[in-house]
């Protein structure tokens, strides 16, 4: 049994005024990873309410001890990436333009206060909820992308390298890593 309850942002907003919500998910401290606690604090409501993403907050003790975004995107396998024909099928790749479609994990971020093994454990909640969605629509595809340094920790809990993104002028490569369900 996990230490916390699960809610989504999107209850949050059609219970509570926005700025009270708003006032909340500022709360949240997370000064290992500063991109984790921005997101949270400044667009997961503007995610949320465009239904660009999903964002679902771990509450502990009244307070949010981690959260996680989930959505779907389309994934572009480039070219010149060899995988075979077995995870190809699998991934339902077009082979017209190389795309899959995935659930993307786009945030998972815990604070500072929260438990050692709690990124775990929000990834297993995450994990729970796609693999319903994946019963309700299919898509079999889950999609994490990371830094270098925790390309061991997916690979921990299921996930495998997939290829690194081309750089553009805003964003840095970054490794995208699936993992079937």
Known sequence: MRPFHTVSLKNFLNEFEEEDVSKRLKQFICTRDLDREEFLHNKAIAFEKKSMARTYLAIMDGTIAGYYTLSIRCLRVPDDQTISKSLSKKMNIDPNNNVAQSYLLGQLGRAD??????????????????????????????????????????????FRFLCVTDPTDDKPPINQMIQII
Do not use: F
């Not at 995450?126 to 061991?152: F, H, S």
């Open 113 to 158: 206060y929260s438990y050692k093994g709690m990124g775990a454990d929000l990834l297993g909640d995450a994990m729970d909820i796609i693999k319903q969605a994946n019963e309700m629509v299919g898509c079999r595809v889950v999609r994490v992308d990371c830094l270098d340094e925790l390309i061991p920790y997916y690979e921990q809990h299921g």
